[in-house]
C-alpha cells in the first residue's frame, strides 16, 4: 500500500521555525520528484516547493523563497521541509505529493504560526 | 509569478454537462503547461483527476475529460453525479518548472 505520511507540525511563534518531514513507503521514492503544497485555513491550494529525484535540483514560490528549504533522503524516502522566519500566513495544511503520472499525496499536517 | 484563473463557482444540473477552464496571465496555455486537474472534497486531501493535460488515473470516472479550449486549460464533467460536487483546481507548470495552483472552482451538482 502506498503512503505518505507527514509530521513535525505544530504551533510556533512567528519568527520561529519548524521542520516537516514525509515518509513514503510502497512505492521507488527515489524515482520521483516530490512537491509540497499547503492549504490555509479556509483558502485554496498554494504549490510551496518542488525537488528533483536525486535532490540537485530544488525551486521554490515566491512567498517562502529564502525561508524554506526543501530535502530528500532517498536512502529512508524522507522529505523535508524546514521552515524559517515563519510568519502568520504561513498557517497551512502542508501536504507532501507526487504530482506525477502516479498521484500520491499525504494526509497532511496542521502548521499554526501564532504568538 | 504568474496567476492561473479559474471560475469561482459553477453550477449544473445532475446528468448535465459542465467545462471549468484554466487560464494563465503569461497568455494561452499549452499542452506544455502540463495542465493538471484535481478534486477536492470538504475535509480531505484533494486527488488529481487529469494529468498531462488529458490523461486519466484508473480511479477518474469517466466522466471527466481534460482538453485545451480557446486558450485555457478545460475539465469538462458530462453527466453530473451528485458525489461530483466539489472544488476543483487546475495547476499549471511553468518553464522554470515552478507550479502555480488556480484559485480553484467551486461546483455545485443541483
Known amino acids: 500500500e502506498v503512503q505518505l505520511v507527514e509530521s513535525g507540525g505544530g504551533l510556533v511563534q512567528p519568527g520561529g521555525s519548524l521542520r516537516l518531514s514525509c515518509a513514503a513507503s510502497?512505492?521507488?521514492?527515489?524515482?520521483?520528484?516530490m512537491h509540497w503544497v499547503r492549504q490555509a485555513p479556509g483558502k485554496g491550494l498554494v504549490w510551496v516547493s518542488r525537488?528533483?529525484?536525486?535532490?540537485?535540483?530544488?525551486i521554490y514560490a515566491d512567498s517562502v523563497q529564502g525561508r524554506f528549504s526543501i530535502s530528500r533522503d532517498n536512502a529512508k524516502s524522507t522529505l523535508f521541509l524546514h521552515m524559517n522566519s515563519l510568519r502568520v500566513e504561513d498557517t497551512a495544511v502542508y501536504y507532501c505529493?507526487?504530482?506525477?503520472?502516479?498521484?500520491?499525496w499525504g494526509q497532511g499536517i496542521v502548521v499554526t504560526v501564532s504568538s | 509569478q504568474a496567476v492561473v484563473t479559474q471560475e469561482p463557482s459553477l453550477t449544473v444540473s445532475p446528468g448535465g454537462t459542465v467545462t471549468l477552464t484554466c487560464g494563465s496571465s503569461?497568455?494561452?496555455?499549452?499542452?506544455?503547461?502540463?495542465p493538471y486537474w484535481l478534486q477536492q472534497r470538504p475535509g480531505q486531501a484533494p486527488r488529481t483527476l487529469i494529468y498531462?493535460?488529458?490523461n486519466k488515473y484508473s480511479w477518474t470516472p469517466a466522466r471527466f475529460s481534460g482538453s485545451l479550449l480557446g486558450g485555457k486549460a478545460a475539465l469538462t464533467l458530462s453527466g453530473a453525479q451528485p458525489e461530483d460536487e466539489a472544488e476543483y483546481y487546475c495547476?499549471?507548470?511553468?518553464?522554470?518548472?515552478?507550479?502555480?495552483f488556480g484559485g480553484g472552482t467551486k461546483l455545485t451538482v443541483l
Open positions: 505529493a507526487t504530482l506525477a503520472s502516479i498521484d500520491y
Open positions: 525537488i528533483n529525484i536525486d535532490g540537485s535540483g530544488t
Open positions: 495547476l499549471l507548470s511553468y518553464s522554470d518548472t515552478r507550479r502555480v
Open positions: 510502497g512505492f521507488t521514492f527515489s524515482n520521483y520528484w
Open positions: 503569461t497568455g494561452a496555455v499549452t499542452s506544455g503547461h502540463y
Open positions: 498531462d493535460t488529458s
